[in-house]
């Protein structure tokens, strides 16, 4: 019985392992993106949709990104993606990106020239911002 317990953990980690790791193309993503929405969060009377120009980017070269805010430099440094599979808010998330040296990890949801970062969810206090390709 024993050993059946443990071969069957054996799969399920292997499982996990194969299904969690997948490493999504980070091709998609390269490029530059600027906000374009926010949903969650949000102060009262301030509009959730953001105007071309606005400043507030994201920058992915090779392995690396640079992130500003009103067109200064908050943060830099390397990212990793991974397949993932999530609901979220009425949405659904396809990847989870890590950034370093922060160790920031989101949801997101990397669909053509959009891109969706769920930073938590929206009825906890989370926000949903939403990029769009430049």
Request: aromatic share 10%; net charge positive; hydrophobic share 35%.
């Amino acid at each position: 019985m024993k050993r059946i317990l443990n071969l069957t953990l054996m799969v399920l980690l292997l499982f996990t392992a194969l299904s969690c790791k997948k490493v999504v193309s980070k091709d998609g993503i390269q490029g530059t993106w600027e906000l374009r929405h926010l949903a969650g969060g949000q102060i009262a009377g301030l509009d959730p949709n953001f105007k071309k120009g606005n400043g507030n980017k994201y920058k992915f070269e090779g392995q690396t990104y640079t992130r500003y805010e009103k067109g200064e430099i908050t943060e830099s440094g390397t990212f990793t993606i991974e397949k993932a599979d999530a609901a979220i808010n009425a949405s659904k998330a396809n990847a989870r990106i890590r950034f370093s040296p922060s160790e920031d990890e989101y949801y997101i949801n990397l669909s053509g020239n959009k891109l969706t970062i769920f930073i938590g969810i929206i009825a906890a206090d989370g926000v949903e911002t939403t990029y769009k390709r430049e």
